[in-house]
């Protein structure tokens, strides 16, 4: 059974910083690029990163790119996204994927992600 876990978000005033982590279990997690998503109140999710499965090739959305870094550590099982210089238009849900295969070849295309975690809020106030 695959589990995808996040943790990490919480409350920071705008400008500061957070680091999101991710474990996935009941898979080969070197097999599988992972992806970020986030959902505001009202809003769409929307896709914030992607790493290959290797963590050579990282992509980011453009709201987040330069502020936001994603990586992995495979022998952890675990994918990270530090947020820096946060916004309060970055307010949301923050959701981990894992891809079907081990390139970000969809990006953001949710249908390209199997698994899901449950979500952890990150809350930025002005």
């Known amino acids: 059974q695959v589990q995808v876990a996040e943790s990490g978000g919480g409350l920071v005033q705008a400008g500061g910083s957070l680091t999101l982590s991710c474990t996935a279990s009941?898979?080969?997690?070197?097999?599988?690029?992972m992806g970020w998503f986030r959902q505001a109140p009202g809003k769409e999710r929307e896709g914030v990163s992607c790493?290959?499965?290797?963590?050579?090739?990282?992509y980011y959305g453009g709201s987040v790119k330069g502020r936001f870094t994603i990586s992995r550590d495979n022998a952890k099982n675990t994918v990270y996204l530090r947020m820096n210089s946060l916004k309060p238009e970055d307010t949301a849900m923050y959701y981990c994927?894992?891809?079907?295969?081990?390139?970000?070849?969809?990006?953001?295309?949710?249908?390209?992600?199997?698994?899901w975690g449950q979500g952890t809020q990150v809350t930025v106030s002005s």
């Open positions: 009941g898979l080969t997690f070197d097999g599988h690029a």
């Open positions: 994927a894992a891809g079907g295969g081990p390139t970000c070849s969809g990006a953001f295309a949710e249908y390209e992600y199997n698994y």
């Open positions: 790493i290959t499965w290797s963590g050579w090739g990282t």
